[in-house]
């Protein structure tokens, strides 16, 4: 039964919050805060002129900001959204007209530790500073301060809608009651700040801004009304120059903490430390960067784009409800009037596919808390949970089709511990979590078809819609499987259970020949997108058979003709890869699932093309994705956007985890070919570096308990790939003739090699870019096979990497002298592509 009395309680509060309280009160008043150095210059800060439609996303453990470059914007304490709709207006002194200060937002600029948005104005230059702390006062997630300068005195009015509504699913009253609150003024000010109250007196949000008045505060006798709640702010640059102006914002989730003094107190707090929060952050992420792996190529815009990936998976880093740690969010990005901003809540699947970045970086501790956060939410027959809201334990969430909606999960938890002990050598973790690793292993290996292959009976694999129906058994998950046996087998191996390891090996093998026999497609030259219960299959043309490559360990074996569609503009945009061919009569370039391009598929295939020895395409995608990076929001990688036009989409998350995830695995896993093996301290470099860099470093590469370096240089015909900074690390390589020579690794390289320069289209554009099919080398000679625009020129660039090759070109024209010297070591190569509609083929071929 309902509890009564303190609902009556809070009741009273109400009927009276439209009035403000006697001025005379025991609450301090919270100063400005004195002037402190907060702009430093990042390496890697981003900086543009404000595009008002481009969101902004400030995210931390315990909070968020996420709003558009003019800075409307929703603040989020979690798992409350606390306000949205902030805006700002000023009236200056002897200027009648008012200033709509939203629409005069100049520029952005992001940092790793913060985000300021700037106002100018000929009189004056807003600047909002806002951070998301990783250690503040309980009940406070994010912090935004202003810097003002002014030519003449100005009212400031901060307006902005009170929301106080859980994250869904939860549910909340549908509109909190306002209070003011006064505080002690020496100068009788009125000074202040709101409570936000619902029905209960356990929740109430508090806000303030140091030497603000409230707005307006309709009487209680009013005709029922919204109006905004409002900061009013009088700015006299004689006055108050020097002084920062905090937005301060706390929640109360207890009946203590949610009391006017508690909150009070935790506003007081977030004011006194300010300075000290923002000094500390900047300090952590100086440390993140400093301490994980990054990379220094001679392409800058990419060395910013692999650490800002690092940055971006890091703050998607959030508390979990039951204050266990943190754990992965899949992406945040504006709610508008609802409670979902974008997918800020725990994903099995996503956060596993992200793992594999984060052991390659080399934050181990962030791997295990989340292996730590999924196993504790580990179903009782064994399977891994798909998703898990912050409010979940505040609703019957067991009841709701989500937790344990999809079937991947299961095998990517088995790969990505793997990958973790290959990386970390932490054997020890491995044996504390075995129990619940047996558990995923036996309902992976309960849950299969006639074929002994994990199917779809307990879950989505990838699709949750399709045409015609959905799918039995995806080759997305034959692929998990028979990889994550492989990968069990290892785990096994690890903690001592030979029995179990031999086992999973075998059954890996099974699965291999099962899909090369019932999924590869022999007149149709693809691999099946599904198998049905009666043996037919599904011959829709996907990206999914790229996942076979994704650990190392295994591949599809008649795949040439399937990776030459994907590099093609059947697959692949200018800007990324598709869930499927444009050719399919259900194709649409905006569906979720049967025809947008998605980072995610992109990095897969990337990572499948290094492994396949087509670098050329696989550099293409790499880079399309890098150059997400600032696309939409500053920094992070979006989560879907048009097929048909380089454009996101609507619904799209635009601070996604696994697309930034998507930057980091293509770059060390394909780019520098990196597999790791801490338990015999070996790492295996295959680099396969675009034919234009004559050096790159990857600095602080995790291998065990130490890290490493390793330089590259080119010398003639060769690489030479040196390590320093780990004692006793083996490198071995995969590259044919590969050998250590004293403390290096040289590795041949062809004789002959192309050079491409991929580039995003401009913003609006569709797919017309040239496309690299296929690269074959012969002993002597190099086969190209190309796709462009018919009747289109196109350009590339010739490395030569021994003298008097005499290198003659079928199809195309060597630029410069035949033997003469090449600039930076590249001579261009110009073709044209036969005349035709739309897209044609040309075949390019040098020798020598």
Do not use: C
Not at 93 to 116: G, L
Not at 328 to 335: E, I, L, Q
Not at 686 to 696: D, E, F, I, R, V
């Amino acid at each position: 039964m309902l509890n009564r009395a303190p609902l009556l309680g809070a009741l009273a509060i109400l009927l009276s919050s439209a009035v403000q309280l006697p001025a005379q009160s025991s609450i301090p008043a919270f100063p400005a805060v004195p002037e402190f150095p907060f702009q430093s210059t990042n390496p890697i800060e981003i900086s543009r002129e404000v595009d008002p439609a481009h969101p902004f996303s400030v995210i931390g453990p315990h909070g968020a900001l996420i709003g558009q470059q003019d800075g409307t914007m929703e603040a989020w304490i979690f798992p409350w959204k606390v306000f949205n709709q902030l805006h700002i207006t000023a009236q200056m002194e002897n200027y009648d007209v008012p200033i709509d200060v939203n629409q005069y937002a100049s520029t952005i600029d992001v940092m790793p530790n913060a985000t300021v948005l700037t106002w100018s104005h000929a009189n004056f230059t807003i600047r909002q500073i806002m951070f998301a702390p990783g250690r503040a006062p309980e009940g406070t997630g994010t912090v935004v301060f202003y810097q003002i300068e002014a030519i003449r005195p100005m009212t400031l009015t901060f307006s902005f809608t009170p929301i106080m509504q859980r994250m869904w699913p939860a549910a909340s009253d549908p509109d909190p009651s306002p209070e003011w609150v006064p505080t002690a003024s020496a100068q009788g000010s009125s000074s202040g700040f709101y409570i936000l109250h619902d029905s209960f007196p356990d929740h109430a949000a508090a806000l303030a801004m140091p030497g603000a008045e409230p707005g307006i505060l309709a009487p209680y006798q009013e005709r029922a009304h919204s109006w905004p709640l409002q900061f009013v702010l009088h700015y006299d640059p004689a006055r108050n120059a020097g002084q920062l102006f905090p937005f301060l914002t706390a929640v109360g989730n207890t009946q203590q903490s949610a009391s006017r003094d508690a909150l009070a107190h935790t506003l007081a707090s977030l004011d006194a430390d300010l300075p000290r929060l923002y000094t500390d952050q900047a300090a952590y992420e100086t440390s993140f960067l400093g301490s994980h792996t990054s990379i220094e190529t001679p392409d800058k815009g990419l060395d910013a784009a692999f650490s800002w990936a690092t940055v971006a998976i890091d703050q998607l880093r959030v508390e979990t409800p039951e204050r266990h740690g943190e754990a992965f969010t899949a992406g945040f990005g504006p709610s508008g009037d609802a409670a979902r901003p974008g997918f800020g809540w725990f994903f099995g699947r996503d956060a596993l596919w992200s793992l594999y970045a984060v052991d390659s970086y080399g934050d181990f501790s962030a791997s295990r808390e989340e292996f730590e956060f999924l196993l504790r939410h580990q179903r009782s027959d064994g399977k891994i949970m798909h998703e898990y809201a912050q409010t979940s334990p505040l609703v019957d969430w067991a009841s709701l089709p989500y937790e344990y909606a999809a079937a991947d999960s299961t095998p990517l938890l088995l790969m990505a511990a793997n990958d973790y002990l290959r990386v970390s050598g932490d054997a020890g973790f491995i044996r504390a979590q075995w129990d619940g690793l047996v558990r995923a292993w036996n309902f992976e290996t309960s849950h299969v078809s006639a074929d002994g292959i994990y199917n779809n009976s307990q879950g989505t694999g990838w699709v949750e819609s399709w045409v015609p129906k959905m799918p039995a058994q995806e080759i997305y998950l034959a692929a998990l499987d028979e990889q994550a046996s492989l990968a069990f087998a290892d785990l096994a191996r690890s903690t001592g259970h030979q029995d179990m390891a031999q086992a999973a090996t075998d059954r890996s093998g099974r699965i291999r020949q099962a899909i090369e026999r019932e999924y590869y497609l022999s007149g149709d030259n693809l691999y099946a997108f599904s198998r049905n219960p009666d043996g037919t299959a599904d011959a829709t043309p996907t990206i999914f058979p790229s996942v076979a490559w994704w650990d190392g360990d295994t591949s599809l074996e008649k795949a040439g003709p399937m990776m030459r569609r994907w590099a093609s503009d059947e697959f692949s945009t200018d800007w990324g890869t598709r869930i499927l061919s444009n050719h399919v009569s259900f194709y649409d370039p905006i569906s979720y699932h049967q025809g947008s391009m998605w980072p995610l598929f992109t990095g897969w295939v990337s990572v499948a093309e290094y492994r396949a020895r087509r670098p050329l395409a696989g550099y293409t995608h790499l880079m399309q994705n890098a150059g997400l990076t600032d696309f939409q929001d500053l920094g992070f990688a979006t989560e879907l956007l048009s097929g048909q036009f380089f454009q996101v989409l609507g619904r799209s998350t635009p601070h996604q985890l696994w697309s930034s995830a998507m930057v980091i695995s293509p770059v060390l896993r394909g780019l520098f070919g990196l597999e790791w093996d801490a338990a015999v301290h070996t790492l295996t470099v295959s680099p396969q570096l675009p034919a234009q860099w004559n050096t790159a470093v990857v600095r602080r590469i995790p291998l065990g308990r130490s890290t490493l370096d390793l330089a590259f240089v080119r010398q003639g015909a060769s690489l030479i790939v040196t390590p320093t900074g780990a004692a006793g690390v083996r490198l071995t390589s995969r590259l044919p003739g590969a050998r250590m020579v004293g403390d290096s690794l040289r590795i041949p390289l062809p004789a002959v090699e192309v050079a491409i320069d991929p580039t995003l289209p401009p913003t609006g554009s569709d797919t017309r870019q040239m496309k690299i099919l296929d690269e074959d080398y012969g002993p002597r000679t190099l086969t190209l096979a190309l796709e462009g625009q018919g009747g289109s020129q196109a350009t590339l660039q010739l490395r030569e990497n021994a003298p008097g090759l005499h290198v003659r070109a079928q199809n195309a024209t060597i630029g410069s002298e035949p033997n003469g010297p090449a600039q930076n070591g590249l001579r261009p190569i110009t073709f044209r592509f036969p005349a035709g509609a739309g897209y044609v083929t040309q075949t390019v071929t040098f020798s020598w």
